[in-house]
């Protein structure tokens, strides 16, 4: 008869190794994931380095640590425990060589895991601790399966470190490998044959559940939604105590600072060198929203990340409603989930794993029952036109209702301040104009402080009665929406507010400028400053008179045209015709209506650059 002794022994082993690496595997994989330090890749390389050695190496240096001469086996031996040629030494064995695929496996499904839920977990309020085990854990899931399952096989088929460090004690030490390694040695081939059928049984079983459990993750994902789903239709009072797990989070801590002893107001005055340049802003804001204009890069979401932690000024201070939020000089850097800042993220940062009542739910504040929190949670969706999907998951919603869920969220922490990262970029553009009237109408009734990250001009001067353009790093215009556009201070304020039209100019009289470019002269109104660089006017305000007795008025011809659905660019050359199509002057925009009575005309044409919106501009 067959002894099944290594069998057991086998088994006993490699699921008692697995156990132990599944909990030090997540464990060093969690620390891995948020270690910045210098000797990381030192670090990473001894976590992982039994996966490359020889086992016989590793069994060696484990005999070495753990033989009587060994550093750990002379303590052990002082307590008169001895390691070596016992089962422990085969499961200490397995558990090393087993590690290595249960930590990268770990590691890689933390990393797969988008960073910006992370960050959004902190800004409503979730603890470290919380993220770990509501984000990172159920999303990881499938990952940390699969790792589970490699382990066991890694550890059921360990041989040489087991050898070394364990021996071959028939009954207690010796494993299945190291008994089919015997039995083939010593004829016993048909013993060694039955052994291999086993070993090769439980793997094909592991490769099948790790293949099964990765393709079938969103057939059971969608199987756990409907069985979530009914059980919240006909047992609407289980729901409480079948998933109380998200919708009960609470904050380690409420909000301490109630709004109406203070005024409604942010500070910001915080500099960072980034690898370009340096982000130096100084502005202060009240419940009025805010828009932060600027090329791509130029820090606008980094400021925003500065004020809701997630990123840390190198000095200087934030305040937010009385309450100091940052202060270099006095060591004070609140967490992210002490901030109570809403950040609503470019692609929104819905929990996948969490139903929209869930994800609404994660951030409100303390103290609240669970009727009162699913009350909240039916009046935000309300608030943002999505009555009654509270039982569905981010996955099955369109892009603008994921958008609305984001910013009900948000809203449902009670923050002080909202900060928006270009909320409607991943919107097309159909979509833009229903989600900007709901975040408008949202943003008229919220009694906190609002920044605002858009590329799209328009919509920033609909949002936004103030505004702030943002260029390397600098704020260099902070007024108005109509001062900002109507009358920017310098060139760059009026290239990023979409003005297309310039020219170098040098004042030649108290009233009368040099248009260099355009080869014109110009009268205009306003002052002209001893630091002028250019002379601008907008596309759209260019005039076309029928006589030219009018001031600025100048016979034009057209170079070339662009037409877009509504509208016609023109590109005109002043004084003399066009060479070519890249010979004009100045770009005019028409509305078609205008652009059909203007097209027949013989040339020249007549333009005129009004003196009420001529542009003098400064460099910077």
């Not at 828009?291 to 990123?311: M, P, Q, W």
């Not at 009162?372 to 919603?397: A, C």
Request: hydrophobic residues 45%; glycine residues 8%.
């Amino acid at each position: 008869m067959t002894d099944l002794t290594p069998i057991w022994i086998s088994l006993k082993t490699a699921t008692t190794a697995t156990v132990i690496t599944f909990f030090l595997g997540i464990m060093a994989a969690r620390w891995m994931f948020n270690y910045r330090g210098k000797s990381k890749e030192v670090i990473e390389g001894l976590l992982t380095a039994p996966l490359v050695l020889p086992p016989t190496v590793v069994g060696f240096l484990l005999l070495l640590l753990l033989g009587k001469n060994g550093f750990i086996g002379q303590i052990l031996a002082s307590f008169g425990v001895t390691v070596i040629f016992s089962w422990y030494a085969t499961v200490i064995a397995s558990t090393v060589v087993a590690f290595p695929l249960m930590y990268k496996t770990a590691l890689g499904a933390f990393k797969q895991i988008d960073r910006n839920l992370f960050a959004c977990a902190r800004t409503l309020g979730a603890s470290e601790n919380s993220i770990f085990w509501q984000i990172m854990l159920p999303l990881a899931k499938p990952g940390l399966i699969a790792g589970t399952l490699l382990a066991f096989a890694r550890a059921l088929g360990e041989f040489g470190a087991t050898l070394m460090l364990a021996g071959s004690i028939p009954g207690k030490t010796e494993t299945i490998p190291i008994a089919i390694f015997f039995a083939a040695e010593g004829g016993a081939m048909d013993r060694a044959l039955f052994l291999v059928i086993i070993m090769l049984a439980i793997s094909l079983g592991v490769i099948v559940g790790v293949n099964y459990g990765t393709e079938a993750r969103q057939r059971t994902k969608h199987k756990g939604q409907s069985t979530k789903k009914w059980l919240i239709k006909f047992f609407p009072k289980a729901t409480r105590y079948l998933i109380p797990q998200t919708w009960l989070v609470k904050r380690q801590k409420s909000l301490d600072y109630p709004l109406p002893k203070y005024p409604i107001e942010l500070i910001v005055d915080i500099q960072k060198q980034l690898p370009g340049f340096l982000l130096d802003v100084s502005f202060q804001t009240n419940q009025t929203p805010l828009g932060l204009l600027g090329a791509s890069g130029a820090g606008k979401s980094l400021i925003l990340r500065c004020i809701a932690g997630l990123d840390t000024p190198d000095k200087g201070r934030i305040v937010l409603n009385g309450r100091v939020l940052f202060d270099s000089e006095k060591g004070i850097n609140l967490p992210p989930c002490d901030r109570a800042c809403g950040f609503l993220f470019q692609n929104y940062a819905l929990f996948p794993h969490l139903t929209i009542a869930e994800n609404i739910a994660f951030g409100m504040p303390s103290g609240k029952s669970y009727w009162e929190i699913k009350q909240e949670v039916e009046k935000q969706l309300i608030s943002v036109d999505l009555p009654g999907i509270g039982d569905r998951y981010p996955g099955e919603l369109s892009g603008g209702q994921q958008q609305r869920v984001a910013l009900a969220r948000a809203k449902a922490s009670e923050p002080g301040i909202m900060l928006l990262d270009e909320p409607f970029s991943a919107l097309d553009t159909y979509l833009r104009d229903k989600q900007e009237k709901i975040l408008r109408n949202n943003l008229i009734h919220y009694q906190g402080v609002t920044l605002f990250i858009t590329h799209n001009l328009e919509e920033a001067y609909r949002v936004c009665p103030h505004l702030m353009v943002i260029d390397r790093g600098k704020a260099i215009s902070h007024g108005t929406k109509q001062n900002i556009f109507e009358r920017p201070s310098n060139y760059r304020t009026a290239q990023l507010t979409g003005c297309k039209n310039f020219s170098h100019a040098v004042a030649i009289g108290n009233n009368k400028i040099q248009a260099i470019d355009w080869n014109c002269i110009l009268e205009v109104i306003e002052p002209i400053p001893t630091s002028l660089k250019y002379v601008g006017i907008r596309a759209h305000q260019l005039i076309f008179p029928d006589t030219e007795d009018q001031t600025n008025t100048f016979p034009c011809w057209l170079a070339t045209i662009s037409e877009t659905q509504h509208r016609m660019t023109l590109y005109l050359k002043l004084n003399q015709p066009a060479n070519n199509p890249e010979d004009y002057h100045l770009q005019a925009e028409v509305f078609k209506n205008k652009w059909v009575q203007l097209k027949d005309r013989p040339f020249p044409w007549k333009i005129q650059l009004s003196q009420l919106r001529i542009m003098l501009l400064k460099a910077t």
